[in-house]
């Protein structure tokens, strides 16, 4: 039987707190298919990346597309997680061949880039805190230092034999109408649940499950329910318009040897092929 990944919001019904809670098993295991991680320490935090920009996004903008990018110690280690409205996730990872593992010490960055109600881009960088657990923190200080949202994010992925077994993570946010006796309670419960990652090893992080640990005793009400999917948005017609971008001698240098022009997706893999009378047809448009 195909997995297929969800996201669950809920809110608590005294309006004291939002829950999101994803299952991206199944969108972790293709993005990491179709990328160059040689090491599970690059894999983990690259499904820790993909996961965090999903459940960020379903917090703040469910209907836009956000970024998240992670730069390491390493000026050349790069990764990046694409999220989109319709549930699909597609991730990048740029490191050298050489590489092992991707620090974030003093010099680990996480950028978060969306799309607002009316069409522009809202941007925030952060520094990853000195000694973060992982991409959890990362995310965790984002929401607090540009968003100004008290919010505690625990994601994670189990892997087996090397492979991803099983992804997921949730998000708690505190809301204005939150009252000392609820906060209390909820701090001591998600202490528990700091770490997921035992959790999806034994196959207790769905997103229901999720919901029902985080918000016990507590009544709540789901607000939504979205599928989570691998999925890329390139396609023919996007790449070319961005050859017939190109200035026009950068496009008569790709026809010089008399070959069609092949073109291969970062994200997917997937490639494309332009003949030499495409490429033509380009700079009559140019």
Same mark, same amino acid.
């Given at each position: 039987?195909?997995?297929?990944?969800? $996201?669950?919001r809920?809110? %608590?019904?005294?309006?004291?707190?939002r829950?999101?809670?994803a299952?991206? %098993?199944?969108?972790?295991?293709q993005?990491l298919? $179709?990328? #160059?991680?040689? %090491?599970?320490?690059?894999?983990?935090?690259?499904?820790?990346?993909? %996961?965090?920009?999903i459940?960020?996004?379903? /917090?703040?903008?469910?209907?836009?597309?956000? +970024?998240?990018?992670?730069q390491?110690d390493?000026?050349?280690a790069r990764?990046?997680?694409?999220? #989109?409205?319709d549930?699909?996730?597609?991730?990048?990872?740029?490191?050298?061949s050489?590489?092992?593992?991707?620090?974030?010490?003093e010099?680990?960055?996480? +950028?978060?880039?969306?799309?607002? #109600?009316?069409g522009?881009?809202?941007?925030?960088? $952060?520094?990853?805190?000195?000694?973060?657990?992982?991409? /959890?923190?990362?995310?965790?200080?984002?929401?607090?230092? /540009?968003?100004?949202?008290?919010?505690m994010?625990?994601?994670?992925? #189990?892997?087996?034999?090397?492979?991803?077994?099983?992804?997921g993570?949730y998000?708690?946010?505190?809301?204005?109408e $939150?009252?000392?006796?609820?906060?209390?309670?909820?701090?001591?419960?998600?202490?528990?649940?700091?770490?997921?990652?035992?959790?999806?090893?034994?196959?207790?992080?769905?997103?229901?499950?999720?919901?029902?640990?985080?918000?016990y005793g507590?009544?709540?009400?789901?607000?939504?329910?979205?599928?989570v999917?691998?999925?890329? +948005?390139? /396609?023919?017609?996007?790449?070319?318009?961005s050859?017939?971008?190109?200035?026009r001698?950068?496009?008569?240098?790709?026809?010089?040897?008399?070959?069609?022009?092949?073109?291969?997706?970062?994200?997917?893999?997937k490639?494309?092929?332009?003949?030499?009378?495409q490429l033509?047809?380009?700079?009559?448009?140019?």
């Amino acid at each position: 039987m195909l997995h297929t990944d969800n $996201v669950l919001r809920a809110i %608590t019904d005294d309006g004291a707190f939002r829950v999101i809670a994803a299952d991206t %098993t199944a969108t972790v295991r293709q993005a990491l298919e $179709v990328q #160059h991680a040689e %090491t599970l320490d690059l894999k983990r935090t690259f499904a820790d990346l993909l %996961t965090g920009a999903i459940l960020v996004r379903e /917090s703040m903008a469910p209907d836009y597309r956000l +970024q998240a990018i992670l730069q390491g110690d390493n000026p050349k280690a790069r990764m990046v997680a694409d999220t #989109h409205a319709d549930g699909s996730a597609r991730g990048l990872i740029q490191v050298p061949s050489d590489l092992k593992e991707m620090p974030l010490g003093e010099r680990g960055l996480l +950028q978060i880039a969306r799309t607002l #109600h009316n069409g522009s881009l809202h941007q925030g960088v $952060v520094r990853v805190p000195p000694g973060a657990k992982g991409m /959890s923190s990362a995310f965790m200080a984002y929401m607090q230092e /540009s968003e100004q949202t008290l919010t505690m994010i625990a994601i994670g992925c #189990h892997f087996a034999n090397g492979s991803v077994a099983a992804a997921g993570g949730y998000m708690v946010q505190l809301l204005p109408e $939150v009252a000392e006796g609820p906060l209390m309670v909820m701090t001591e419960r998600l202490k528990d649940f700091e770490d997921i990652v035992p959790l999806l090893a034994r196959g207790a992080a769905s997103p229901e499950e999720l919901l029902k640990e985080t918000l016990y005793g507590m009544p709540y009400t789901k607000v939504g329910d979205r599928e989570v999917k691998f999925a890329c +948005q390139c /396609s023919a017609d996007r790449l070319a318009i961005s050859l017939a971008s190109l200035p026009r001698n950068d496009i008569e240098s790709l026809m010089e040897d008399g070959k069609p022009l092949e073109i291969e997706c970062d994200y997917c893999r997937k490639k494309y092929e332009f003949t030499v009378q495409q490429l033509r047809s380009l700079l009559d448009k140019n």
